[in-house]
């Protein structure tokens, strides 16, 4: 049965996903929103990949106890290797971070040079090149694990100098390769975004996969007739499985606005939805 | 009933502790060792009180199960919240980071000015001056939580311009303040202690948390006759909770050698062990 007044849910392994959240709002101001933020078990980008399924699972599983109509996996570490398992358990569709992000890469690049950077996990599993050359095999991908980007962004230090010196270091190589489309594979990494502008320079477009994302959900429910008909603003409703002591700060950061109303759910009752073990 | 030749447990949120395993072997090489690393869960600096207090126990029940003598908390988030709940449930010697720390600490300043880096977690319990101050209140502490140090030393960037940029960023307070004893309060920092002496200048002493803890275990298991009497050198076991991509290399760099025949616990096991909810 369609539903179209049922809320969107997004899933991230912590609080990177509200840069994801930040767009879809922007995207689609009338739909309601459930977000979960598994911050008890965060990070998921040095995790082993059964781990970030298994969780990725349980997450949703979540979601779907409010009726969501459809699941953005706001996490490109859980999107690079949990995609598959979702849409065979979930009957509703699914978005992830990987395949927008790769086709808008392949829609900005000249050069047929893609630099995609993002968590271990996911330059690992080569998520973002298999999808490109899957697409169009005479791109060259050129991919850079930067890890510590995300402690620097949840830090907010967003234009020290021991940022711009982690960005030189990670982004030479990609600079070097001449690429000219520069994917940010990690919802954490808009948060640096101008330090990371300023270090490949102007002239290379950088790709916000949490952007690319949003237009994906709104191409794929108008598609499906599941549009919020409602004209009045939507609802977003927040759960964490942990409130960290700098929550509001971090929160309001990647929001880009307060955060208010966020309820904690118990990361027992969170892994007890699904186990791959069962 | 004394069980000599029972190994000592010893865990912590993730690899960290790893740096204090490398200091009880050299401290007690007869002793057999049961390391439980929680690296599905790490890291703990940044979780609330309560489910580092939860986790905690669940990973000491966990040790509890090889009939383990001695549990220590290697690390020093879970020895700032979790000592007290720790030795209510368990009736062994459970040595934490923070008394140690803080008692090596007091015997090396003579400025009466000690300075105390940690996670935020650690810094924000005031774990570190409340012990200090307990034992001589006359003693000024300055604090400073330095999350980026964690990332830093896991990603092996032990002299890069960036973690000296970092560094320099954290102590300048601590210098400032006229310190001559700076508490290394997280098992991960001892890796990035060059840069840190570096930085602070030859004149301050570092205390290794780790290696006071050591010291601490040696005199608690000889007050208490639970010393192994073997003359063969110890064993240790190895479990963590996850095996992230990373492992060998970050476990071998914290425990200064390579380090073989790990193992892997399910994390829905370990979670089953206790609940605060329950």
Known sequence: MKNNSAPIGVFDSGIGGLTVVKHLIDALPNENIVYFGDT????????????????????????????VKAIVVACN?????????????????????????????LG???TNKIGVIGTRSTIGNNAYSK?????????????KACPLFVPFAEEGWIDHPAT???????????????????????THYPILRNVIQNVVGSTIKLVDSG????????????????????NSPGTQLYYVSDVPTTFKFVASLF???????????ETDY?????????
């Open 131 to 143: 999808k490109i050359k899957e697409i169009n095999s005479e791109v060259e991908v050129f991919e």
């Open 40 to 67: 008890a078990r965060v990070p998921y980008g040095s995790k082993s990949n059964d781990t970030v399924i298994e969780y990725s699972i349980q997450n949703a599983a979540f979601l779907m106890e409010f009726g």
């Open 270 to 278: 969170i892994s007890s939805l699904f186990s791959i073990n069962k």
């Open 211 to 230: 952007i690319a994302a949003s237009y994906s959900v709104v191409k794929e429910l108008t598609e499906k007739d599941l549009l919020n008909t409602s």
């Open 164 to 186: 711009i010196a982690v960005a030189e270091e990670y982004l030479e190589p990609l600079k070097s390769a001449g690429i000219d489309t520069l994917i940010l594979g990690c």
């Open 77 to 105: 570490t859980a999107s690079s290797v949990a995609m598959e398992s979702l849409r065979e358990k979930f009957a509703i569709p699914v978005i992830g971070m990987i395949e927008p992000g790769a086709k808008y890469g």
């Open 255 to 265: 929001l880009g606005k307060d955060i208010y109303n966020v309820k904690k759910v």
């Open 108 to 110: 900005y690049t000249s």
